[in-house]
Each structure stands twice: as C-alpha cells, then as structure tokens.
C-alpha cells in the first residue's frame, strides 16, 4: 500500500507533462488559424499585422504585408516591403512566388543584379509553372532586359499547355524578334513546338513564315514529321493552294501522302492523287477529289464496282437536265509540257450522246481538252487525250463532266463509274 502512494506522485507529474505537451502541439497547430480569424474583416495590411502578433513565424502574412507595401497606391512603401520580403522568405526560402515579387521590388529599387538573382530563384523553385514564367519575362520586359525577357518567353512556350496561352506568347516574342529569330531563338526547336506554332501562323494567314517552319521540320532527323498531325498537314497544302503557292503545296503533299498511307503503291509518275478512289479520309482536301453533288445527282464511292483495286467513283443520276461538273481536281503542272489523260468509265442507262466524260481547265485560258463521252449502257471503256499546257500555267483543273440535257428530252435515272484515273507528263 506505501509504494502505492509512491508511486502517485510521479503518474500525476507524467500525466501533466503529456497533458502540458498535448496543448502545445494544439496551440501550435491552431495558431495560423486563430491568427486568420483574428484578422478577418480588417483590411489586409491590418489584418496581417494582428496575425503576426499571435504568429510571428508565418511567412503567409509576412508575404502578404510585402506585396501591401509593394504594390498599394496609398500604402506603398518599398524599403518596407523589402523588409516583410525578407522576412518571408527566411521563413519559407521556397516560396517562389515571394522571390517574384521580390526580383520586381529589386528592380524598382534600381539593384538589377539582385533583381536578375530573384527573379531567376523564381524560375528555378517552380521550373513547371507557366503562369510564374510569364510573369518572370514581363518583369525583365518591363525594365528593358530583352534578352532575358526572351530567354523565359522561350521557357513560357515550352511550359504552356493550350493554343490560348501559346498565342500570347508568341503575340509578344513577334513584337519583340524577327521571323528568323523566332525560330532560331524564340520556339523550342522539336517537332512538337513547331508544329504548334505551324498551327498558331495558319490560324493567321501566315503562310510565308508557315513554310519557313515547315522547311526546319523537314530538316530535323528522318521521320520527325511524322509526328505531326495529318490533319495540320492537310490544313497547311489547302492554305498554300489558297494562296496559289502550288509548287510547295505538292512538295508538301506528296510528304504527307507518304505518312498517311506508308503501304500505298507507289505511283509517282502519275500526277493524278487518289486515281482509284481507294482512299476516302482525304476526299475533299489538297490535291485529292472535291466531290460534290447536284439537284438530282448523287456521288460517293462504289465498294461493288471497280475496274481495278476495291472501289471506284459512282455517279448516279436523277431524271435531271442540268450539266454537271461538280468532282474535280487541282493537278500542278509544268507550262508548254505536254501530257497524257487516262480513264476508264462504265455507264448504265445514260441517254442518247449525254454522257461522261473528263475536261481539262486551265484556270486563266478555260477548256484545254475533253476526253471521248461515254453514253447510255457500256462496260468499262478507257478514255484518254493528249493535250498541252499554256505558257506560265502552274495548275489545271480535272473534272468529270457531263452536258446538260434538252428540256424536251424525256428522260430516265442512269449511273456512271469512273476508275482507274492518271496523267502522266510525256514531255
């Protein structure tokens, strides 16, 4: 029973002890929080400061009065700022967005190499924040350190992950370089960075600087632009081909074609794209077919019915008059060169002598040549003319054409095929 009673005292003075450590490790994790609810509904500098009263070591508040100081219309006050700055940043040294702020105060200050030493601690502690690394180049633009502000602009573009941010950044390095520099100096020098800013000059118009990106794409290691999305190829040929740069438009072309489709049988003498109408994803685009309908007719691909390969171009006729020349193609071309056309048309129930046949256009002179027509009911039949080009011509047009029909004919539904499609250049 005595060493009981001995032992009483000690458990008391064990049991304070824990209970004395328990609230300090309350009191400290509540501290920050009954320093906020002290300063809520002050304004900010006062707020700050009656949390510091009861949390002297938070560098949130210190961070807080530093930017009061620094950037307030009526409280500011630099050589204070500079002090919480200080203070915050001894308290918590990884604060990248404190040493921002800091290399700004820096350079208001007019001490530039400490401002460059904070400013690049910001970059470094938070090497994947494309907000801070923008921020960072408009604090070098401000004060004139060009070379600087372009070093991290190039490090923002890197960073930003959407065509939004990507445009600002590039908005502002084609203010502040030239074309080359842009691309010597400015875009991350990878595929994926300039087919970005390839996209970024199309959605311009910029087709001039757009080549330029698209001859460094073509000089990096083989099979990089394989990478780069068909579609951002296709779109590219469409613009070159809106613009009449015809020559680039097929170099790049022919490029992607061979990507696209890397099983394709090669057929490089023949300047017709998509011949045998095998391939359907690129209808419509570059120098493939532009097939369109008309009031009565209707055009697609025919999976039953082929001279060669698996499919071939069916057009399939109402009980309509109008003419029609609505599938074509644009063929780049040499001028005062002379080619060959071939064909061949199958034909179910078109009437009399109205039937299909091929046309070539020169886009400034009009009709260079037609091939025979193909009427009313026959199996596949080849179609071929040799004709010229004119002096200075760069394209012609391929189009199938039918004639228009008499109002007084009477006339019934009739379908044609067209396959096997080529020209070659004879000389």
Known sequence: MVSRLDALPARILAAGLMLFSFLLVCAAALRPWVAQWVGSGAPPDRAARRALLIDPGNDRFQAILATVYQYSLLLRDHPRALTHSHLALRSNPLNSVSWLNLGKLYQKLDRPREADQALRLAVHLAPTDPNLTWETSLAYLEVGQLPEAIRTLTRYLALSRDDTARGTGYDLARRLTSTEEMLDRVIPQDVTNYAHYLRYLLDRNQTDEALGVWGRLRAMPSGAHERIDPNLRLRFVDALIAE????????????????????????????????????????????????????????????????????????????????????????????????????????????????????????????????????????????????????????????????????????????????????????
């Open 244 to 427: 009449g740069k015809f020559g680039p438009a097929q170099e790049v072309w022919t490029n992607a074609m061979k990507d696209i489709y890397p099983n394709a049988v090669s057929e490089d003498s023949n300047l017709i794209s998509n011949g045998s109408f095998e391939r359907g994803s690129t209808l419509g685009r570059g120098f493939d077919w532009k097939i369109g309908g008309a009031p009565g007719v209707q055009c697609d691909l025919d999976t039953s019915i082929a001279y060669a390969g698996r499919q071939s171009l069916r057009i399939a006729f109402g009980k309509t008059h109008p003419e029609f020349s609505n599938v074509s193609q644009i063929i780049h071309v040499r001028p005062e060169s002379i080619y060959s056309l071939e064909a061949y048309i199958r034909t179910n129930g078109l009437d009399g002598s109205h039937g299909m046949n091929l046309e070539v256009i020169d886009p400034l002179k009009g009709l260079l040549t037609r091939t025979e027509t193909i009427a009313g009911t026959r199996d596949w039949t080849k179609v071929g003319v040799t004709f010229r080009t004119r002096d200075k011509s760069q394209t012609v047009t391929l189009r199938v054409h039918r004639e228009p029909i008499p109002q007084s004919l009477q006339l019934s539904a009739g379908t044609a095929w067209i396959d096997n499609v080529s020209m070659t250049k004879v000389r």
